[in-house]
DNA sequence: GCGACAG
DNA sequence: ATCTTGTCGC
């Protein structure tokens, strides 16, 4: 069976409508980041819970084998397993999730972020280093609406020489979200808890290629 | 045909 | 995303 590109943005299609676009948070504790990193076809998703005082509170991982290529707009069937599955292996609870990819920020308007929130049913903010779909426009001074026909979909920070494109993922207003991950920015380009994402799946990544390599040296003994 | 194109 | 050498700056 192979991945049908057609059917694949039908499904985007029909579950767009479901992104509930405004605040559905009153204040909260956690906030649980996404990333995956690769090793050949192994996907490694970390996810990794953080309180408001920069404590990592949990971290949850998930490595299955990916099949399906990077597709600009169809990120999320390549990433999402992943994604999910370590979220699903946190034991701690979590009240916000932030996802490295765009949410509304889309083509149709449904980014791997919304995929993130509409299937947890939680409040997810999508957060990403490039932009994938509509234009930029300045509000502000380091601050840019993305706008696609009229609509803002998103918005882009400009910290000191880098930026970061922030949309909706579910559950949570625009203006919110750019609020929460502005409080989770501490140096690095991306959020906090994303980072910590990140250098975990990309050590493990990193482990699973040495050892692969460590196997191919020794087995000639075998 | 050309440019854009999350990770 | 991943691969990958040298180079610039604190």
């Given at each position: 069976?192979?991945?049908?590109?057609?059917?694949?943005?039908?499904?985007?299609?029909?579950?767009?409508?479901?992104v509930?676009?405004?605040?559905?948070?009153?204040?909260?504790?956690?906030?649980?980041?996404?990333?995956?990193?690769?090793?050949?076809?192994?996907?490694?998703?970390?996810?990794?819970?953080?309180?408001?005082?920069?404590?990592?509170?949990?971290?949850?991982?998930?490595?299955?084998?990916?099949?399906?290529?990077?597709?600009?707009?169809?990120?999320?069937?390549?990433?999402?397993?992943?994604?999910?599955?370590?979220?699903?292996?946190?034991?701690?609870?979590?009240?916000?999730?932030?996802v490295?990819g765009q949410g509304l920020a889309h083509?149709?308007r449904f980014g791997i972020a919304c995929?993130i929130g509409?299937?947890?049913?939680?409040?997810t903010i999508g957060v990403?280093?490039?932009?994938?779909?509509?234009?930029?426009?300045?509000?502000?001074?380091?601050?840019?609406?993305?706008?696609?026909?009229?609509?803002?979909i998103g918005?882009?920070?400009?910290?000191?020489?880098?930026?970061?494109?922030i949309s909706i993922g579910h559950?949570?207003?625009?203006?919110?979200s750019?609020?929460?991950?502005?409080?989770?920015?501490?140096?690095?380009?991306?959020?906090?808890?994303?980072?910590?994402?990140?250098?975990?799946?990309?050590?493990?990544?990193?482990?699973?290629?040495?050892?692969?390599?460590?196997?191919?040296?020794?087995?000639?003994?075998?």
């Amino acid at each position: 069976m192979h991945f049908s590109i057609e059917k694949a943005k039908n499904a985007q299609l029909k579950l767009a409508g479901r992104v509930i676009k405004e605040n559905e948070i009153k204040g909260f504790k956690y906030i649980v980041g996404l990333d995956v990193a690769y090793s050949n076809s192994k996907g490694v998703g970390v996810a990794v819970i953080m309180d408001r005082d920069n404590n990592v509170i949990d971290v949850g991982i998930k490595i299955l084998d990916v099949k399906v290529p990077y597709i600009p707009g169809l990120l999320a069937f390549r990433e999402f397993p992943c994604m999910y599955g370590a979220l699903k292996n946190v034991k701690k609870n979590f009240d916000i999730i932030l996802v490295n990819g765009q949410g509304l920020a889309h083509p149709r308007r449904f980014g791997i972020a919304c995929h993130i929130g509409v299937l947890s049913n939680k409040p997810t903010i999508g957060v990403a280093r490039r932009k994938l779909y509509g234009q930029e426009v300045k509000a502000d001074e380091n601050l840019y609406q993305i706008i696609d026909g009229g609509e803002v979909i998103g918005a882009v920070l400009k910290i000191d020489t880098f930026k970061i494109y922030i949309s909706i993922g579910h559950m949570i207003s625009l203006r919110e979200s750019i609020i929460i991950v502005k409080e989770f920015m501490k140096g690095h380009s991306l959020p906090e808890p994303i980072y910590n994402a990140h250098v975990i799946a990309t050590e493990k990544a990193k482990n699973i290629k040495h050892n692969f390599k460590l196997q191919q040296t020794h087995s000639y003994l075998i």
